[in-house]
């Protein structure tokens, strides 16, 4: 049985396993969290170029928010102690920021969530250094696909299976892994909250969606198989099989006809290229 408990601008904090359902004050705290996380995705566009560390890209992006008024929900989350995640290539996501440097032909999926008066939008996009060969290409292309196509299942009366089953779908035609050790989330006032939005699975199953409802939609896709392993460093997690992985996130409420994508680029820079 899933529950739902109505919550106001001020609900408390507790995180009761219950899915939240938000009011009008919710979404607006949503839009605003969510413009300057995708303002963020937007600022570091032209800083995501050969020989930049990425410890360089998270500084900007730690100023930013902090300059907007927000704070990073990553710094000091779980001994977390940056303001993004930076992953390249094989990293399906969690990867740290470092004195490591972009080089021409890395797929990068950078991954912010500025809290706004106490609201997280959260968002991860992907960047091509320079030029990317076709392969890879087509995995960010693929991968923008399942998000945008997941989206679209993400209204009133669907369920969340609903939602994976379209992504799984959609990356399995081309024979893509989709990973099962990570999904989205629920969001709000929490970073981390119920429910879990998985990235696969049967159509009709998991909790049914119900307007108010803030959560993520974020598929990591792999080239190769799903499987992943997480380095000794505890967070950076990477594809076994060492084969590319890609992954676009956004935050999303639903309404009552649909969703409302609260990450979308004011710039129109949702997805590679950029330029
Ligand atoms: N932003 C990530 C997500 O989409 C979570 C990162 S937690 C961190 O849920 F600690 F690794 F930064
Ligand atoms: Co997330
Ligand atoms: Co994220």
């Known amino acids: 049985m899933t529950d739902y408990v109505t919550v106001t601008d001020d609900a408390p904090l507790a995180r009761t396993g219950a899915i939240k359902l938000h009011d009008e004050a919710g979404f607006e705290g949503m839009r605003r969290a969510g413009r300057l996380a995708a303002e ?21 992006i ?6 907007a008024g927000g704070v990073p929900a990553t710094l000091g989350y ?12 094989h990293v399906v996501c969690h990867g740290i920021p470092s004195n490591r440097t972009l080089k021409d ?35 960010v292309d693929v991968t923008y696909e399942c998000l945008m196509i997941g989206i679209e299942h993400a209204k009133p009366g669907n369920h969340l299976g609903d939602i994976g089953h379209a992504i799984q779908r959609h990356a399995e035609q081309y024979r893509y892994g989709v990973v099962r050790d990570f999904c989205g ?26 307007p108010g409802m803030f959560f993520t939609i974020e598929p990591m896709i792999n080239i190769g198989r799903a499987d992943v392993k997480i380095l000794d460093d505890g967070w950076t997690a990477v594809t076994r099989d060492r084969s ?3 992954q676009f996130e956004h935050s ?3 309404t009552e006809d649909g969703c409302e994508i609260f990450t979308t680029s004011p710039k129109g820079f949702d997805k590679p290229p950029y330029a």
């Open 105 to 139: 032909g890395d797929i990068v999926n950078i991954d912010v969530t500025p809290i706004l008066d106490g609201w997280h939008g959260d968002s991860s996009r992907m960047y091509i250094v320079g030029n990317a060969n076709v392969k890879a290409r087509r995995l």
């Open 40 to 60: 963020v995705l937007d600022m570091v566009v032209p800083h995501v170029v050969p020989g930049v560390e990425t410890q360089a890209l998270d500084e900007m």
């Open 78 to 89: 779980r001994g977390y102690t940056h303001s993004s995640c930076i992953s390249i290539n």
């Open 185 to 210: 989330h629920g969001l709000g006032r929490l970073f981390h909250d119920a429910p879990e939005v998985v990235h696969a699975g049967r159509p009709g199953t998991g909790p049914e969606l119900k």
């Open 62 to 67: 730690r100023n930013y928010i902090v300059r």
């Open 252 to 254: 999303i409420g639903i």
């Open 244 to 246: 590319l992985s890609a």
